[in-house]
């Protein structure tokens, strides 16, 4: 659920379980009243709060596949730990984020 209550987002990896060091690609599935959210615009970014570091990659949105689905390309993580991926959600005037949380 994101920081407004407006969205949700759930994700499924290319790599599961998802390995350290290697690249690979989320499709995320964003949703709102239940309902998938088409033509959003999503900028993603992760890091490791505990550690003060980004992701060694910049993961970007390269494509829409339709029924609020969309390809998120180029996720790669370097180090086992807590991880924070979060998304900036824009859908029209609505704005919003939602942060992923992962223990690799
Ligand atoms: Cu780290």
Known sequence: MSDRGIFTVSFESSLDPIEINRMHSWTLFLTRDGA???GAELIV???????DHGMPTRPRVTAELGAG???LEGMRFHMNGYWEVTIEIESGPTRDRIIIQLNL
């Open 45 to 51: 970014a992760g890091g490791m709060p505990e550690h």
């Open 36 to 38: 998938p959210v088409e």
């Open 69 to 71: 689905r969309y390809l």
